[in-house]
Every structure is written in structure tokens, then in C-alpha cells.
């Protein structure tokens, strides 16, 4: 079973940001496509971005670009998904991802192009 524990979930006002991180192994971060994704009650999971650190590849979706910020750090093995000026439909359970691909592109950020899931942390932007 692959290790990915997210955390950094928060009640938070609009406006304000949050860092969150996905502990994995050596693994996972150096040899593996990893993504963000969330998913708010009623609605399909999201991709939001996408780092493989192995091919130099990333890939953020356009409904990101601006305020959500990807990165990794392969001597703590740990992803971050920086969020800033969190509005209120930003509010959803956040799951970070190892993918099968080892690349990112906008064509391999689909849940199914991922196999295994943190058990996710869940971010409330409210006033």
C-alpha cells in the first residue's frame, strides 16, 4: 500500500490561504507523477495540478492558475499545495495522488489516471 497521508485542512475566512502537504515515500515523490485533487460534496473530484519531479513535467488546470501553487520536496518526501485567497466554493475534501503515468500533461489528470489515494483533508472556507 502506498503511504499518502494528507494534512494542513482548516476552517478558514475568505480570503485567507493555506499550505497543504501529502507525507508519501522516496518512492513515490522521485519516480511517480503525483496530483492534487478535491472533491466538494455532490460534485465529481477535480484535478487541480500535477508534479513529476522525475521527467520535470507539471501541470496546473486552468482553474487553478493564480492562487494554487504545487510543489514537492524530495528530502521530506512530502507534496504542498499551497492555496491563496480561498474563496467559499473552494470548500471540499482535498486528496493528494500517485499516478500510473510517470508525466504530467492536461490529458493525464483524470482520477483514473491515478491509483492510489490519501484518505484526505478537508478544507471550509467560511465567514
Known amino acids: 500500500q502506498v503511504p499518502l497521508v494528507e494534512s494542513g485542512g482548516d476552517l478558514v475566512q475568505p480570503g485567507q490561504s493555506l499550505n497543504l502537504s501529502c507525507e508519501s515515500d522516496?518512492?513515490?515523490?522521485?519516480?511517480?507523477?503525483v496530483a492534487w485533487f478535491r472533491q466538494a460534496p455532490g460534485r465529481e473530484r477535480e484535478g487541480i495540478s500535477c508534479?513529476?519531479?522525475?521527467?520535470?513535467?507539471?501541470y496546473l488546470a486552468d482553474s487553478a492558475k493564480g492562487r494554487f501553487f504545487m510543489s514537492g520536496d524530495t528530502t521530506k518526501n512530502t507534496l504542498y499545495l499551497q492555496i491563496n485567497n480561498l474563496r467559499p466554493e473552494d470548500t471540499a475534501v482535498y486528496y493528494c495522488?500517485?499516478?500510473?503515468?510517470?508525466?504530467?500533461?492536461?490529458?493525464?489528470?483524470?482520477?483514473?489516471?491515478?491509483?492510489?489515494w490519501g484518505p484526505g483533508t478537508q478544507v471550509t472556507v467560511s465567514s
Open positions: 508534479l513529476s519531479i522525475s521527467t520535470g513535467s507539471s
Open positions: 522516496p518512492d513515490t515523490l522521485s519516480h511517480h507523477s
Open positions: 495522488a500517485r499516478g500510473f503515468h510517470r508525466w504530467c500533461s492536461s490529458s493525464t489528470l483524470q482520477p483514473s489516471d491515478f491509483g492510489a
